[in-house]
């Protein structure tokens, strides 16, 4: 399904949906980035918001201070293309996975959730999709004084030629050097692969809807299957 697509033009409940509604009035409903795992936002879906959400592919909402059905993002313009809706096991909490088009809180933050947790960490798809960001700021930037901006400013094979060093040095150290230094030149390549997708123009979530197509088939399978330049397999 393409973002913003109905969501296969269900309009109407399973079995399963139709008790879940018929034992609560509003059910709560959390939100997560489609991309980056991110959880955005909770709201609760009465039977007609979840039915507009699926039908519209916009998340959908009742507001309970409000006391009506709001669309997110209906005045502010952040709002959440629908990718996918799960259900947890017990049938009394929805998950929506979708794919923000701006900050998803009122407060301009990418989350509701957003700011500092008691351990003051934070998780590993939070630092690689700020990485990203930071990278797609850069670009933009003075090279003069930005690494990033030199780089995605500069002609494409020297980018490459960076993610080949930065490669060969993971190699090296992998082979001949301390842990430490090991997920340093690992963090150095991670840094090089967001700029190499960024100037290249290929995003992260292209790369791993290849990786999902090619789940269950066996590595050597793939390999021979895979089309050769030409056309020819």
């Keep these: 399904m393409s973002v913003g697509d109905p969501l296969s033009g ?19 409903a959390v939100v997560q980035h489609w991309e980056t795992g991110k959880v955005l936002m909770l709201g609760y879906m009465t039977r007609e918001a979840y039915e507009m959400t699926q039908r519209t592919g916009k998340v959908t909402f009742f507001s309970r201070s409000r006391k009506k059905i709001w669309v997110k993002g209906e005045t502010s313009g952040n709002g959440l293309d629908v990718m996918d809706i799960r259900w947890d096991c017990d049938q009394d909490t929805i998950l929506v996975l979708a794919k923000p088009l ?14 500092s947790g008691l351990q003051e960490k934070k998780p590993p798809f939070d ?17 003069d004084i930005s690494y990033t901006a030199s780089l995605l400013q500069s002609d494409v094979s020297v980018v490459l030629k960076k993610l080949s060093e930065e490669s060969f040095e993971v190699s090296l150290a992998t082979l ?11 963090a150095d390549l991670f840094f090089h692969i967001a700029v190499a997708l960024e100037k290249t123009g290929v995003s992260w979530g292209e790369v791993m809807e290849i990786l999902r197509k090619r789940q269950g088939t066996g590595g050597l399978v793939e390999k021979k299957g895979r089309k050769k330049p030409g056309g020819k397999s």
């Design 10 to 28: 269900k309009g109407i409940l399973s079995v399963a949906e139709e008790n879940a509604f018929g034992k609560a009035d509003l059910i709560p």
């Design 102 to 115: 701006g900050p998803t809180c009122h407060t301009g933050s990418i989350s509701c959730f957003d700011g």
């Design 127 to 143: 630092v690689w999709s700020e990485l990203q960001a930071t990278v797609r700021e850069r670009k933009t930037g003075d090279p």
């Design 176 to 186: 001949v050097e301390s842990r430490d230094r090991q997920l340093s030149e690992w």
